[in-house]
C-alpha cells in the first residue's frame, strides 16, 4: 500500500549527463534495501533532465528514505553532477497498481 511519494527532479551539469546516469543507476541497491520504500524508479525525461520518482505507505518512511544513502550520496555529488539543486516534490497517493494490487491507499478507503 503506498499513500505518500516523492518526485525528484535533476538537470545534469553539462558533460556530466553520463555520470548522472550511471549515479542513478547505481542508488537501486540502496532503494531495494530500504523497507519502507514501496516503490522506486530513477528516470531519464530527456539528455540532460533526470529524476527520481518514489513511493511510501506513509510519512515516516518517506523521511527515513529522504534520511538515507540515496540522499546522502545525491548530497554528496550534487556539486559535481547538478546544474542546479533537486527539485524535490512530495505528493499524495490516490490511487495505485503494484504487483499483486490495485488498491486504494488507506487514507482514502
Given at each position: ?18 555520470e548522472l ?65 533537486p527539485n ?22
Amino acid at each position: 500500500m503506498v499513500n505518500v511519494g516523492l518526485q525528484v527532479r535533476l538537470e545534469a551539469k553539462p558533460g556530466k549527463e553520463k555520470e548522472l546516469e550511471e549515479f542513478l543507476r547505481a542508488q537501486l541497491s540502496y532503494a531495494v534495501g530500504e523497507p519502507g520504500t514501496t516503490a522506486w524508479f530513477a528516470i531519464k525525461l530527456d539528455a540532460k533532465t533526470f529524476g527520481i520518482f518514489d513511493a511510501f505507505p506513509d510519512e515516516n518512511a518517506s523521511q527515513a528514505h529522504l534520511a538515507g544513502e540515496i540522499a546522502k550520496g545525491l548530497g554528496a555529488q550534487a556539486a559535481n553532477l547538478l546544474a542546479q539543486p533537486p527539485n524535490i516534490e512530495k505528493f499524495a497517493v490516490l490511487a495505485a497498481k503494484l504487483p499483486g494490487n490495485g488498491e486504494v491507499p488507506d487514507s482514502l478507503g
